[in-house]
Structures are given as C-alpha cells and as structure tokens.
C-alpha cells in the first residue's frame, strides 16, 4: 500500500483547507489512518486519526473543534478538513497507516505507524 497526500497550500490565518490521503489499493481498508505534522524546526507531532470503521476517531487538543477527520471507503482516501486555521498550524502534512487490521481502538504513537505518505506542505501566513 502507498499513500498520496494533497491538498496543501497557502491560506490566510482564519482560513480553510482539505487535506486527502490517497491509498493506492484496497488493502488499506483495514488499517487505522492518521495525520501527523512537522513544523519547522520541530519534530512530528501528531494530529488526528481514525479506525478502520470511522467509529474511532481521535484529534490532538490543539486542532481539536477546528479539524475533521474521516474516511471515503469507495475511494480509499482518508481526508482531513482544517478550518480556523492559525499560523502555528503550519507545517508538513503527513498520513500514515497502522498495518495491524481491523484495530478498533486508535493511538496518537507515531511508532505504530509504518506505511508513510510524502507529505504536503501547508502554510498559514497573511
């Protein structure tokens, strides 16, 4: 399985944007999704994600209110939609999936994941 991010850009401060994480064959379907993000300078942290049922979903407290994750089964994308975006949430957008299938609960450890994305850039500037 790979996964393709997109959507990324320039926004003004207040401003939204979508995110999509693309998987490239069904063999995803099982799998937990999560965002995570690298600002400059810093390390990644993590952002949302979701089981493989959509019915276990966790958000970071800083994005918390503000980013909606969910997850297309017909097109295997996973989408994360950011609105009331602040400068801090600048960074590097990256989706990774946990290959361990049919997990119903989610974590926030990076370490549990292990099929990464690209990456796509946001910045939140005026």
């Known amino acids: 399985v790979r996964l393709v991010e997109s959507g990324g850009g320039l926004v003004q401060p207040g401003g939204s944007l979508t995110l999509s994480c693309a998987a490239s064959d069904r063999a995803f379907e099982p799998y937990a999704v999560a965002w995570f993000r690298q600002a400059p300078g810093k390390g990644r942290e993590f952002v949302a994600a979701?089981?493989?049922?959509?019915?276990?979903?966790r958000y970071a407290d800083v994005v918390k209110g503000r980013f909606t994750i969910s997850r297309d089964y017909a097109k295997i994308t996973v989408t994360l939609q950011m609105t009331s975006l602040k400068p801090e949430d600048t960074g590097v957008y990256y989706c990774?999936?946990?290959?361990?299938?049919?997990?119903?609960?989610?974590?926030?450890?990076?370490?549990?994941?292990?099929?990464w994305g690209q990456g796509t850039r946001v910045t939140v500037s005026s």
């Open positions: 979701i089981n493989w049922t959509g019915a276990s979903i």
């Open positions: 990774a999936a946990d290959r361990r299938p049919r997990r119903m609960a989610v974590t926030t450890d990076i370490a549990e994941y292990d099929i």
